[in-house]
């Protein structure tokens, strides 16, 4: 009789590996490329660094202290280095698929940190005024991105972004100007950007008009009307209509005297208190409410919806006028939050802008506040990078922003899908 050994048990048979579909591995290969190049962009900017310290500035106005110096060729070297990494080990599967998301977030620190050592080598970069003037810009882009949220979430696309920001910050602008109150104002901004907002829900719900073509009819109407009215009436009584009061900073004690970080965030306007509050808030309506949950449910399948008594029709009213409350807020902040007057199309495109952050950010509210600050970093750094006179045409700094969300949204988002209900006006049967 035999004895067993432990030699005579089969051993287990290996894990079959996934097999990746030809689609993705397309995806892969065009996104890894796209990430590659941008890193060997960042290893070559630490060959031309110039030797010596880059110098950064963390305390806004302080040129003698809280200075940080570090040697700018070989901290551009490292980054470089960790850059190519990250696109190799994204290029090559070599990571899960649930944490490209991060590689591309390492590549995207990298390459910023590799390029501001190359711009700021032997000079002083303003670290604390580009982060301050990255939660400037941003601001109305994620109200605008969070208004894109509650509509394309509900199956209505929302063009009309833009118009909604010329509408909100005219009657901001106006009405501070008037009553020297700037509850007043963002109430008024508030108000505005819903009704802009009833117009795109009754054409669009109601009269089962193309919302494509809508918004860019109400971004023209928007433009026309408050263009109208400054030509009009506000221009030639300035002093009486266009002289509204700018929001001043509410420092929050103790958390505005954390160290870089408190300044820039917690020494802010009440509209950017608003807009930390407003991403919380959509992302908890949208996530943990039964509302949000209908707002979802019509946006993805209306007639399944209604199938269970969810008034589809009714509820994409309800997402689209709250929707307006946040993009007028967004208006508010170009003449009230910053600027200090009116002028006709003074939004330049942003509402634009806040749509493509609304597609990086697919279609989340965090994702879209995320895809926003880095628009507005773009945008700021190209005001920066001339301050300290990079030897970059200023022209193509100018183009930098929108360059960087071409490059963002067709190439390092990937595929995305929009909710399936997405711009589908719905029939009762």
């Given at each position: ?30 996104v ?12 070559g ?11 950064f500035?963390?305390?806004s ?15 551009a ?7 190519v ?8 599967r ?6 490209s ?8 620190i ?5 390029f ?9 970069f ?13 601001t ?6 969070l208004a894109?949220?509650m509509?394309?979430r ?6 009309a ?14 009405v501070?100007?008037?009553?020297n ?9 508030a108000?505005?950007?819903?009704v802009?907002?009833w117009l ?10 193309n919302?494509?073509?809508l ?23 300035a ?11 509410v420092?929050i ?14 020494n ?9 509050l407003?991403v ?16 979802r ?5 209306p ?9 589809v ?21 170009f003449?009230v939050?910053y600027a ?17 952050a ?6 989340h ?22 301050i300290?006179?990079?030897p ?5 700094l100018?183009m930098?922003?929108y360059?960087a969300t071409?490059?963002?949204?067709a ?12 711009g ?6």
């Open positions: 009789m035999s004895e067993t050994t432990p030699d005579a048990v089969p051993a287990a048979a290996p894990k079959p590996q996934a097999i990746e579909a030809p689609a993705d591995r397309t995806r892969r290969l065009r890894g490329g796209v990430m590659l190049v941008f890193a060997l962009i960042g290893l900017l630490a060959v031309f660094t110039k030797g010596g310290k880059a110098t500035q963390l305390v106005g302080d040129l003698q202290h809280n200075l940080l110096g570090i040697p700018a060729q070989f901290a070297l490292v980054l470089g280095i960790l850059g990494i990250a696109a190799g080990a994204y290029l090559l070599r990571v899960p698929q649930s944490y998301g991060y590689l591309a977030a390492l590549l995207g990298c390459f910023i940190g590799a501001l050592c190359w711009a700021a080598a032997g000079k002083t303003p670290l604390a005024n580009q982060f301050q003037g990255t939660l400037n810009f941003a109305p882009l994620i109200l605008g991105a894109g949220v509509c394309e509900a199956g209505v696309i929302n063009i972004i833009e118009g909604q920001f010329l509408v909100g910050a005219f009657t901001a602008a106006l501070s100007s008037t009553t109150s700037s509850a007043a104002a963002l109430i008024a901004a108000a505005s950007g819903v802009m907002a795109l829900a009754v054409f669009s719900i109601k009269y089962l008009v919302q494509v073509v918004g860019v009819v109400l971004v023209v109407f928007a433009t026309g009307i408050t263009g109208f009215l400054f030509d009009q009436f506000m221009q030639p009584q002093e009486k209509l266009n002289t509204p009061a700018v929001l001043s900073a420092k004690p103790g958390l505005a005297d954390i160290p870089f970080i408190g300044p820039i965030l917690f802010q306007t009440i509209l950017v208190y608003l807009t930390y407003a919380a808030v959509v992302t908890f309506v949208l996530f943990q409410t039964r509302w949000g949950l209908r707002i449910a019509v946006g993805e399948h007639k399944a919806a209604d199938t269970v008594g969810i008034k029709k009714r509820i994409r009213y309800s997402a689209v006028l709250a929707a307006g409350v946040l993009a007028g807020l967004g208006g508010a902040f003449t939050g200090g007057s009116f002028s006709k199309e003074m939004t330049a495109g942003n509402g634009f802008i806040a749509l493509a609304l597609i990086m950010g697919r279609w509210p965090i994702g879209a506040m995320v895809a926003a600050l880095f628009f507005g970093f773009a945008t700021q750094l190209q005001s920066q990078l001339q300290i006179q990079t970059i045409p200023g022209e193509l100018l930098a922003p360059l071409i490059i963002a949204v190439g390092l988002v990937g595929r995305v899908r929009a909710p399936k209900a997405d589908e006006p719905y029939v009762t049967e």
